[in-house]
């Protein structure tokens, strides 16, 4: 087995792994739209830049709220990439939308209570993981037939 081999297997492998983590995501977001909901209040609402090259920034939203008067907080706005990278315009949209103090709707996984999410659905995040490893599967196996059409 030659090192392309293993490579383009690899590859390919990754890909099919991010595909199901990104299937998953968008079985949950859709999952959540009937989800029960109970009120909550937002802990923490800030902008986090990450340092190196270039700059981006991400939206860090945390939100407390009970569920049978167990207490529980929770980090994510919707189903997609956690603490997504993003401008500087989009984390601050967040943060302002949610605000530290604000009164906010907690949508709950009624057989986990601590899976919540402020934005029950499906959105265009939730499609990042599915479609980042699909390209990177198709790009694997395009890789693959290649080396098979074209080896010696």
């Given at each position: 087995m030659?090192?392309?081999?293993?490579?383009?297997?690899?590859?390919?492998?990754?890909?099919?792994?991010?595909?199901?983590?990104?299937?998953?995501?968008?079985l949950q977001a859709q999952a959540s739209s009937a989800w029960p909901h109970?009120?909550?209040?937002?802990?923490?609402?800030?902008?986090?830049?990450?340092?190196?090259?270039?700059?981006?920034?991400?939206?860090?939203?945390?939100?407390?709220?009970?569920?049978?008067?167990?207490?529980?907080?929770g980090s994510d706005i919707c189903f997609g990439i956690k603490n997504v990278s993003a401008t500087y315009a989009f984390a601050r949209s967040l943060t302002e939308r949610y605000r530290t103090g604000a009164p906010v709707m907690v949508y709950y996984n009624p057989s986990e209570p601590a899976m919540s999410v402020l934005e029950p659905g499906i959105s265009k995040r939730s499609f990042i993981q599915m479609a980042f490893g699909l390209v990177f599967a198709t790009f694997g196996g395009f890789m693959a037939l290649f080396a098979w059409l074209f080896a010696p």
């Open positions: 030659s090192i392309f081999t293993v490579f383009v297997s690899i590859f390919t492998l990754i890909g099919l792994g991010f595909t199901g983590v990104g299937v998953r995501c968008v109970v009120a909550g209040e937002v802990t923490r609402s800030e902008i986090k830049a990450s340092s190196g090259e270039g700059s981006s920034y991400a939206p860090h939203i945390l939100y407390s709220y009970q569920v049978s008067g167990q207490p529980f907080e």
